[in-house]
C-alpha cells in the first residue's frame, strides 16, 4: 500500500451546488481533525472522532488562522469499506473555483500530496479491490455519450469482463494442472493423458469463448467511439441537405449549385442510441479546380476510413458515369445506397441498379421534404448492431484486451494443434500458459507499470 495521503477535487472545475474534495490514505483522519470544526458545540470540547460512513455537519477551519473557510459536510470512510480500500475523507462544501481550491491547500499544508489523474481508481486496483478491466471500465462510465455505451461499461465495472476471463482461466488452469500431473508425476497419475479428451475441452471451453469475446471488440468499439458514417455522391444530389437533416440543424450549406461543399464536414450525433459521427463531403467528379479538387481528395480519404458509407444518388433522373465511378470506388465498403429527392420523382417501383452493381440494401429519401429519414436511421442502426450485439448484457473488450485476447487465442490454436500432431505436453503446455499469460495480463494481475501509467492518464483528476 502507498503510504502517501493523496487529495484533489472530484468535482467538475465551475460554479455549482456542491463541490467535493476527496482524501485518501493513513493521514485523513487526522486531516478530518485539523481542518474541520463540528457545529454542535458540546462535541467541541472532545478531539473529533468521528463514525465510519456518517456524514456531519460543520466548518473548514484554517487551524493557522483559525479563519472560517467554508461551511461543510464530511464524511470518513475508513479501510476497507472505501473506494480504494484506505481510508477516505469526502469534504463537501461549496463549490466555486475559489472555495474549493482554497480548502484543497489547507489540505495540502497538512501534509497530503495532489493525486494523479485517475489515482484514486489506481489504488483501487492496486490494493485489490478492483481488477484492472473494472478500474478501466470507470473512465468508460465517466465518458459514456449513449445508455448503450454506458450499459455496458456499468457491467463491466461489476465485473462482467472479469469474470468472463475468470472463468476461461480456470478451464486453461484445470488442463495444465493435469497435463503437468501426468508429466511430472506419470505413475501416480497412472494413465497416459488422453489428448482427445483434453483437445475438445481446450477448443470448446477455452478457445471458442476466447475468440467470440475477442469478436466482441467490433461490436463494441462502435459504441465506445462511434460509427464513422460518410455521405457520398455526386455534387448536387443532397448530401449536406441529408447531413442538416439528420442533425436537425443547418450545419452545412446547402445550394442548388453543384460543388457548394469544398471541404469535408463532421459532426457528431446519436441515432437510436448508437454515437455517430457524420462526414459530409465535395460532391465527387472529375474538376480543374484545384480547390475543390483537394476537397475531393480528402474525401476520398475519408471514405477509405469510414464504416459505413450513405452513397447517394438523385431518384428521378437516370444514373450517370459519376454515380457508377463512384459506386466502383465504395466497392469494399459497407454502404446503403439512398436515393434522395424522392419527392421529384413520380411513385412508381425502383428502376433496377445496373446489373454490374453489388447489392446494397437501398432507401428512397426525400431530405428536403423529411421523408424517408427514419427508415433510413433504421437501416444504420441494423447495420451498426449487426456484428454480435445482439445481446443486450454484452461484455466489450476494449482495444487492449481485444490484443491479449487474441495473442490468447492464436496461443491456444498452436496449443490445438501441437495436441493433433502429437506435440509433446511439455511444448504444448508452453503454448497454454502463455495463454493464460496474455489473460492474466487482462485483468491486471500481470501489468507493466507503464501500461499502468497509459491507462490511467486518460482519467481525470480526482476519479
Ligand atoms: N426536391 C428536392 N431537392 C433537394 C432534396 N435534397 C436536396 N435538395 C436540393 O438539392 C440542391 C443541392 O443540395 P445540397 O444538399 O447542397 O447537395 P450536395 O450533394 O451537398 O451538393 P455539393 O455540396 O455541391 O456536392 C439544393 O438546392 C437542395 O435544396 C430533396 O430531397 N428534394
Ligand atoms: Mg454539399
Not at 178 to 203: H, K, M, N
Not at 213 to 225: E, P, V
Not at 277 to 295: K, N, R, Y
Not at 302 to 307: L, S, T, V
Request: proline share 5%; net charge negative; hydrophobic share 45%.
Amino acid at each position: 500500500m502507498d503510504s502517501t495521503t493523496i487529495a484533489a477535487i472530484a468535482t467538475p472545475a465551475g460554479i455549482g451546488g456542491i463541490g467535493i474534495i476527496r482524501v485518501s490514505g493513513t493521514n485523513a483522519l487526522h486531516i478530518a481533525q485539523a481542518v474541520f470544526r463540528r457545529s454542535d458545540r458540546s462535541q467541541r470540547r472532545h478531539a473529533f472522532l468521528p463514525e465510519s460512513h456518517r456524514f456531519y455537519y460543520g466548518h473548514i477551519v484554517s487551524p493557522e488562522s483559525g479563519r472560517v473557510l467554508d461551511e461543510a459536510l464530511l464524511v470518513l470512510m475508513m479501510a476497507p469499506r472505501s473506494y480504494t480500500r484506505e481510508d477516505v475523507l469526502e469534504i463537501h462544501v461549496h463549490s466555486g473555483p475559489a472555495a474549493l481550491r482554497a480548502v484543497l491547500d489547507l489540505i495540502l499544508r497538512q501534509g497530503a500530496v495532489l493525486a494523479a489523474p485517475g489515482e484514486f481508481t489506481r489504488r483501487a486496483f492496486l490494493n485489490g479491490r478492483i481488477d484492472l478491466t473494472q478500474a478501466e471500465a470507470v473512465i468508460d462510465v465517466i465518458t459514456a455519450k449513449t445508455e448503450r455505451a454506458l450499459h455496458s461499461a456499468t457491467a463491466q465495472v461489476q465485473g462482467a469482463l472479469k469474470d468472463h476471463v475468470a472463468s476461461i482461466r480456470s478451464v486453461i488452469r484445470e488442463i495444465l494442472a493435469e497435463t503437468e500431473a501426468a508429466i511430472d508425476f506419470p505413475e501416480d497419475v497412472g494413465e497416459e493423458i488422453d489428448g482427445r479428451s483434453i483437445l475438445v475441452r481446450l477448443e470448446q471451453e477455452a478457445l471458442r469463448p476466447l475468440q467470440a469475446l475477442a469478436a466482441q471488440y467490433d461490436a463494441g468499439h462502435i459504441l465506445r467511439d462511434g460509427l464513422k458514417v460518410i455521405v457520398a455522391g455526386k455534387p448536387n444530389v443532397g448530401k449536406s441537405s441529408l447531413m442538416n437533416r439528420l442533425l436537425e440543424r443547418d450545419r452545412a450549406i446547402v445550394t442548388p449549385i453543384p460543388g457548394t461543399t469544398r471541404d469535408f464536414i463532421e459532426e457528431s450525433l446519436v441515432i437510436r442510441g448508437i454515437p455517430i459521427l457524420l462526414t459530409d463531403t465535395a460532391g465527387l467528379h472529375a474538376t480543374a479546380d484545384p480547390i475543390e479538387q483537394i476537397g475531393i481528395e480528402r474525401s476520398v480519404s475519408r471514405i477509405e476510413k469510414a464504416d459505413l458509407v450513405l452513397f447517394m444518388t438523385a431518384a428521378g433522373s437516370p444514373l450517370t458515369n459519376e454515380d457508377k465511378e463512384i459506386h466502383d470506388l465504395i466497392q469494399s465498403k459497407t454502404a446503403i445506397w439512398v436515393e434522395n429527392k424522392s419527392d421529384l420523382h413520380a411513385a412508381g417501383p425502383a428502376a433496377p441498379p445496373p446489373d454490374t452493381w453489388r447489392p446494397m440494401p437501398r432507401v428512397s429519401i426525400s431530405a428536403l421534404h423529411d421523408q424517408g429519414i427514419d427508415a433510413l436511421k433504421q437501416m444504420i442502426e441494423t447495420i451498426a448492431l449487426a456484428p454480435s450485439l445482439a445481446c443486450e448484457s454484452a461484455i466489450i473488450p476494449n482495444l487492449r484486451h481485444q490484443h491479449l485476447l487474441a495473442d490468447g487465442a492464436a496461443a491456444l490454436v498452436s496449443a490445438a494443434e501441437g495436441i493433433q500432431n502429437g506435440t509433446p505436453f511439455e511444448l504444448v503446455n508452453m503454448d497454454i500458459q502463455s495463454a493464460d499469460d496474455a489473460l492474466r495480463e487482462v485483468i491486471g494481475v500481470t501489468i507493466r507499470e507503464d501500461i499502468l501509467d497509459q491507462i490511467f492518464e486518460r482519467f481525470c483528476i480526482g476519479k
